[in-house]
């Protein structure tokens, strides 16, 4: 028997894994708001949303098993130092500042509010919010097979919702699609390429690309080429499976693109579920959504307060858990489209310059170990993702404004791609002027 071989078998196993770990309740509400501001051009933006979000997420595994085992090795393409610091941003990101309030903000909008009286109040969502993240807390302390195994189900019950919703919604439709609202009317396909990072599971790909590593590793894989490559088989079935279940959010979305007015993706489904299946379909969906998140949350709090204790042995696992509980705590109550509205300019100046790193890691035979060539590329990326972050905060740029128009792919929010290259061939010419200085 070749143990270096894996079954079809196993390989749909590897697969359902990714997807359990990257499709969380969070990935519900953006492609139903995409779907609804994008009208009868939701196919375009959701595949989009699709590139961003499932493509990114296969490609930052793949990175990661090519230049290593985990975060940090990938880091170190640039320096010590930078995997350190690019370790602990992401960690951030798709911990207190933006992933884990988010699970208690989406939890509360709905499973509580879709039956609280007068759309709910501060202090019904700080009181939701408090149980919530002091339940997480006390599971992180108490780690047992309880949660894995109510996490087993979890997924497969959104999925099963999400496939009712949207065969009633093709029976029976729930409204009229209407006309793509926005930037949607010009670029969907690219406008859904920027809205994909809000899902964050780009990031999040690149923090538990060890979760798969080893997952393979286990099944008599060891070979780097072959854990590359069953990564990768794994990785495009898993994002087949989301492809299609955002398609299907995104249908649903459509409906409710006419004639009707909505602030999340959140108030989307609600709407949807109470119309088409009752308050009993609310309610199953709300369960459903809960405990995803509540499971979700345990697992960011847990890996954020491991990697930080391992970094800073002197704070305890549990003084970091316990402030990143309160600190999601807080931040959740600022409200769902609130968080989205902050978060997306935020994300859109942090993405550039890693997944231009990502990209650069496929070539890293042809540039070698040098630093200059990653470097200066992220710093050019970055530089572009600042006024891209700027502007989708409504910020106005003035007089840059025409400059920067006049920077190929700008305009499609992708304005960094070109200045990263420059930056990457700029870092090579460096390398090889050093080189020279060397030999004479």
């Not at 899902?199 to 080429?225: Q, Y």
Request: with cysteine; net charge positive.
């Amino acid at each position: 028997m070749n143990r270096e071989k894996l079954s079809a078998g196993k390989i749909v196993s590897v697969s359902l894994m990714l997807f359990a770990m990257f499709f969380g309740a969070g990935n519900m509400i953006f492609p139903p708001m995409l779907g609804y501001l994008s009208g009868d051009k939701f196919f375009q933006g959701t595949l989009g949303f699709v590139v961003s979000d499932a493509g990114l997420s296969v490609l930052g595994v793949a990175a990661i098993v090519l230049v290593g085992t985990k975060l940090d090795d990938l880091g170190k393409l640039v320096g010590p130092r930078f995997a350190v610091f690019m370790g602990a941003l992401i960690y951030l990101l798709i911990g207190p500042l933006f992933a884990m309030p988010r699970t208690g903000t989406v939890a509360y909008e709905m499973s509580v509010l879709p039956f609280a009286q007068n759309g709910g109040s501060l202090l019904a969502s700080l009181v939701f919010t408090a149980a919530f993240f002091g339940l997480t807390y006390v599971l992180c302390l108490n780690p047992n097979k309880l949660v894995d195994i109510v996490g087993r189900f979890l997924t497969p019950i959104l999925l099963i919702s999400i496939a009712v919703i949207f065969i009633v919604c093709v029976i029976h439709p729930f409204g009229e699609v209407g006309t793509p609202k926005g930037e949607y009317a010009e670029i969907p396909f690219f406008k859904g390429l920027i809205e994909g990072y809000l899902a964050l599971d780009g990031f999040a790909a690149l923090a538990f690309a060890i979760v798969v590593i080893n997952s393979i590793k286990t099944m008599g894989v060891t070979k780097p080429e072959r854990i590359a490559r069953y990564t990768l088989i794994s990785g495009g079935l898993a994002g087949v499976a989301l492809a299609l279940v955002y398609l299907a959010l995104g249908y649903v979305g459509s409906q409710t693109s006419s004639g009707m007015s909505f602030k999340n993706g959140g108030q989307i489904l609600t709407a949807v579920v109470e119309g088409q299946l009752g308050w009993g379909g609310n309610l199953v969906l709300g369960l459903a959504v809960l405990m995803a998140c509540l499971t979700t949350s345990i697992g960011l709090a847990s890996s954020f307060a491991d990697y930080f204790h391992e970094l800073f042995p002197k704070w305890s696992y549990r003084k970091i858990l316990t402030a990143v509980c309160l600190f999601s705590f807080a931040v959740s109550n600022v409200g769902l489209t609130a968080m989205i509205q902050f978060t997306l300019p935020a994300l859109v100046m942090v993405y550039p310059p890693v997944i231009t790193l990502v990209l650069l890691s496929f070539v890293k035979k042809f540039i070698g170990n040098s630093p200059f060539p990653y470097s200066i590329a992220m710093i050019f990326a970055f530089v572009i993702g600042i006024f891209d972050g700027l502007k989708n905060a409504g910020i106005s740029l003035g007089d840059l404004e025409g400059v920067l128009n006049a920077i190929p792919f700008y305009e499609l929010g992708l304005g960094w791609i070109i200045p990263a290259a420059v930056g990457a061939v700029a870092g090579l010419m460096l390398k090889g002027i050093g080189r020279n200085r060397i030999k004479n």
